[in-house]
T-cell receptor
Framework: KAGVTQTPRYLIKTRGQQVTLSCSPI?????VSWYQQTPGQGLQFLFE???????NKGNFPGRFSGRQFSNSRSEMNVSTLELGDSALYLC????????????FGPGTRLTVT | AQSVAQPEDQVNVAEGNPLTVKCTYS??????LFWYVQYPNRGLQFLLK??????LVKGSYGFEAEFNKSQTSFHLKKPSALVSDSALYFC?????????????FGAGTRLFVKA
């Protein structure tokens, strides 16, 4: 079966701009989680969506938002970008049948200049 | 609050020697524990998990982990290291207090296997 797809893979933005990242989960998976990975803070949970509803949220400012569509694809948006938002953003496709297993995409590398 | 600690930033081991990557956890209730590996410019790959049952869990690529409730540890082990095992390893715990798939990760341990 096809894996988790994240687009784009690489992105360069300027401070103050906004960005939208996309994640297509494994077919049949209804839950998607987003994580931010930075050298200083490690892997931090952003939010989780299940059946188009946000089920969990991490401790990030309101500039970080997300949504999920009826086909389970998810997007996350970061507005008013800051230099500190430079990171690898990972999406995980969450299985409802294999207990507690998450399958991660390759990530989107965002660089803010 | 759920948390995970990986006390070593880096572990160095010679190829063919056994390796151990340490992890301790703090959870309320029963722990759901995981190990992931990350290669450069890649996402995380699942290695193994402990939910319940046997304290010795076997996973992918010859890795195993030992769950120790009294020491609140979940150390990753492999009997014979390969150069290709060199990567970044993350221990993680599922935050079951919130339901869903919120996962708390350790800071990561970089493993170097020398030929």
């Amino acid at each position: 079966k096809a894996g988790v797809t994240q687009t784009p893979r690489y992105l360069i933005k300027t401070r103050g701009q906004q960005v939208t990242l996309s994640c297509s989960p494994i077919s049949g998976h209804r839950s998607v989680s987003w994580y931010q990975q930075t050298p200083g803070q490690g892997l931090q949970f952003l939010f989780e969506y299940f059946s188009e509803t946000q089920r969990n949220k991490g401790n990030f400012p309101g500039r970080f938002s997300g949504r999920q569509f009826s086909n389970s694809r998810s997007e996350m948006n970061v507005s008013t970008l800051e230099l500190g938002d430079s990171a690898l953003y990972l999406c995980a496709s969450n299985s409802g049948t294999e207990v507690y297993e998450q399958y991660f995409g390759p990530g989107t590398r965002l660089t803010v200049t | 609050a759920q948390s995970v600690a990986q006390p070593e930033d880096q572990v160095n081991v010679a190829e063919g020697n056994p390796l151990t990557v340490k992890c301790t956890y703090s959870v309320s209730g029963n722990p759901y524990l995981f190990w992931y590996v990350q290669y450069p410019n890649r996402g995380l790959q699942f290695l193994l998990k402990y939910i319940t049952g046997d304290n010795l869990v076997k996973g992918s690529y010859g890795f195993e982990a030992e769950f120790n409730k009294s020491q609140t540890s979940f150390h990753l082990k492999k009997p014979s290291a390969l150069v290709s095992d060199s990567a970044l390893y993350f221990c993680a715990v599922r935050d079951i207090t919130t339901g869903g798939f919120k996962t708390i990760f350790g800071a990561g341990t970089r493993l170097f296997v020398k030929a």
